[in-house]
Nanobody, 124 residues
Framework: QVQLVESGGGLMQAGGSLRLSCEAS????????MGWFRQAPGKEREFVAV????????KYADSVKGRFTISRDNAKNTVYLQMNSLKPEDTAVYYC?????????????????WGQGTQVTVSS
């Protein structure tokens, strides 16, 4: 069983930056691809970014490409999402997820393990 805990969310003005963290309570997260997803009120959960188990490959949603960076520190069992140039449309609950299938998937249903989410609110 993998337990994930996100932190780092908050209220930020447009143009600002936040860094989200996701800490896993598992012997090692190096067995898992790790993804970030987000869900705004009234909308479906959507893909943001994913990083492969080794950190060697990443994918980003077009809406965040060039502004967000996903990274991981397997020694600390932690994954990060650096969010720069934030926009009001980035406002959502951000979720961390883990997938042992290592498919670098962008589909939420492919991830069996999820955190509880952290709120990010960007004001204009």
């Amino acid at each position: 069983q993998v337990q994930l805990v996100e932190s780092g969310g908050g209220l930020m003005q447009a143009g600002g930056s936040l860094r989200l963290s996701c800490e896993a309570s598992v012997r090692t997260i190096s067995n898992y691809d790790m993804g970030w997803f987000r869900q705004a009120p009234g909308k479906e959960r959507e893909f943001v970014a994913v990083i492969s188990w080794s950190g060697g490959r990443t994918k980003y949603a077009d809406s965040v490409k060039g502004r967000f960076t996903i990274s991981r520190d397997n020694a600390k069992n932690t994954v990060y999402l650096q969010m720069n140039s934030l926009k009001p449309e980035d406002t959502a609950v951000y979720y961390c997820a883990a997938d042992s299938a290592r498919l670098l998937s962008t589909t939420p249903r492919m991830y069996p393990y999820w955190g509880q989410g952290t709120q990010v609110t960007v004001s204009s």
